[in-house]
C-alpha cells in the first residue's frame, strides 16, 4: 500500500541539504517549474540573486531567496497567474489571494522592532492548503491506482 503524505513550502524548504531532487521538487512546488528551465520567470529570480546576494542563501548549487527579493518573486509570480485569462476564474482568484497574502506576511515580518526576512517557502506556506490537502488524504480522498 502507498503513503500519501502532504508537505507544505516551508517544510520542503526546511529540508533541503543540497540534494539536486528536493530542491527541484521544493522548486516546483514554489512555481510549477524546474529551476533549470530557460524561462522569463527564471531569468528574473537570476537577477534578483545578484541584485541581493545577502538575500540569497546557497543550497547545493541553487539558492533559497530571503526579504524582499523572495516577496519581490513570490508577489510577481502570482500576481501574474491571477491575469492569466486562460485560467479558470476559481484558480485566478486563488492566485489573487496568495499575492496579497505574501505581501501582507512580507509587510508584517518587516514592520517588526526587528525586521525578519522570511524565505520563499515561509512566503508562500498556504496554511488553507494544508489543511485541506491534509484533510483529504485522512478521509482517504486521495487515491492512487
Excluded at 6 to 27: I, P
Excluded at 118 to 132: P, R, V
Aim: proline letters at 6%.
Amino acid at each position: 500500500m502507498s503513503k500519501i503524505l502532504f508537505a507544505s513550502t516551508a517544510a520542503l524548504e526546511r529540508a533541503l541539504d543540497g540534494d539536486e531532487k528536493d530542491y527541484e521538487r521544493y522548486y516546483f512546488a514554489l512555481y510549477h517549474c524546474l529551476p533549470d528551465e530557460d524561462n522569463p520567470f527564471n531569468k528574473r529570480r537570476s537577477e534578483l540573486i545578484k541584485q541581493y546576494p545577502d538575500k540569497a542563501v546557497p543550497v547545493g548549487r541553487y539558492y533559497v531567496l530571503f526579504g524582499e527579493p523572495a516577496c519581490e518573486l513570490l508577489r510577481s509570480y502570482y500576481h501574474s497567474l491571477s491575469l492569466e485569462e486562460s485560467l479558470p476564474k476559481e484558480f485566478r482568484v486563488y492566485a489573487e489571494n496568495m499575492w496579497k497574502q505574501i505581501e501582507e506576511k512580507h509587510r508584517k515580518s518587516q514592520s517588526l522592532p526587528k525586521p525578519i526576512d522570511l524565505s520563499e517557502g515561509q512566503l508562500s506556506e498556504d496554511s488553507t492548503l494544508a489543511f485541506y490537502a491534509s484533510l483529504a488524504i485522512s478521509n482517504g480522498q486521495v487515491i492512487i491506482n
